[in-house]
């Protein structure tokens, strides 16, 4: 009983330095959130009159909506599972050097830490018209790229995402690797098991959490590839990165908050859906390997 009075004080403590990260998080997260919902059930007058579904019933028939909408979800297929793939093989081998990998394994990681306008800057010039690329490609014989207009703006897209994210998701795999006991991989190698055999039954498995928070955390990446686009392409970019984010950002610049928040909610719920589907088979090939 003489412990019961100083475990309430110690809750009431607890409370008073939970209190204020609860507040900020109620007054920037939650009641946003509840008040998009509500302006995308609006007509935007001046009375704010309910109208339902009928935003979004209008973003869906929306040609712009839907093109961004199939562009950043083509994007984020890409980026996603290539850093993945990446960052997997890059980490297996990486964990084979080391200790002699270690300035390797630090310096993959500076574009991760690199400011994002510097790196933008370096990727203009060298994908200009007459920047290196298209002067390498010039030496070896071939016709120059405009690779900053058009179709061809997806590649350097890519790529930079790419080359931004792999160091971290590259550290994630290596720290999950380093404990992966050394004697399964010993025995592998005595039943005559390829690296590749070894990766599939010995390390994928055992590091399954690992595999699967770094395709969660790229997949949202991904997602908000839009700074690369605009930057890149501006607000009004080729039809092949036009992304969601491109006609978000078009449809505040107009003040149409209503077409903003019905397509914001709307790319939620496919997000919601699709990471619903990933962590279910996720849960099948666990139960599958137990």
Same mark, same amino acid.
């Given at each position: 009983m003489r412990n019961k009075p100083r475990r309430m004080?110690?809750?009431?403590? $607890?409370?008073?330095?939970?209190?204020?990260?609860?507040?900020?998080?109620l007054i920037f997260y939650v009641v946003p959130f509840f008040a998009g919902i509500y302006y995308s059930l609006t007509d935007g007058s001046y009375t704010n009159a309910f109208v339902g579904l009928k935003n979004y019933a209008e973003i869906w028939h929306n040609e712009m909506f839907l093109l961004g909408l199939r562009n950043t979800m083509e994007l984020s297929l890409i980026c996603a599972p290539l850093v993945w793939v990446l960052a997997f093989v890059i980490a297996v081998l990486l964990n084979r050097l080391r200790p002699s990998g270690a300035l390797l394994r630090n310096s993959i990681l500076l574009p991760y830490l690199m400011p994002a306008s510097a790196m933008l800057l370096v990727w203009l010039l060298f994908f200009d018209y007459?920047?290196?690329?298209?002067?390498?490609?010039?030496?070896?014989?071939?016709?120059?790229?405009?690779? $900053?207009?058009g179709a061809a703006l997806r590649f350097p897209v890519v790529l930079l995402f790419v080359w931004k994210n792999l160091g971290f998701a590259v550290i994630l795999f290596l720290s999950a690797l380093q404990a992966v006991p050394e004697p399964l991989y010993e025995y592998a190698r005595l039943e005559g098991a390829s690296l590749a055999r070894q990766a599939v039954s010995i390390t994928l498995p055992l590091i399954s959490p690992t595999a699967m928070l770094v395709i969660i955390v790229e997949w949202i990446s991904a997602f908000k590839i839009f700074r690369e686009v605009y930057f890149i392409g501006g607000a009004y970019p080729d039809e092949a990165v036009y992304t969601l984010q491109?006609?978000?950002?078009?449809?505040?610049?107009?003040l149409n908050y209503q077409n903003v928040t019905s397509a914001a909610?709307?790319?939620?719920?496919?997000?919601?859906? $699709?990471?619903?589907i990933l962590f279910a088979m996720l849960g099948r090939a666990q139960r599958k390997l137990n």
């Open positions: 004080r110690r809750n009431r403590s $607890l409370w008073l330095f939970l209190l204020p990260p609860s507040v900020g998080l007459g920047g290196t690329l298209n002067r390498i490609i010039h030496l070896l014989g071939m016709e120059r790229v405009a690779w $900053l207009s491109n006609y978000m950002n078009n449809m505040y610049n107009r909610y709307s790319f939620a719920m496919i997000v919601f859906v $699709l990471f619903g």
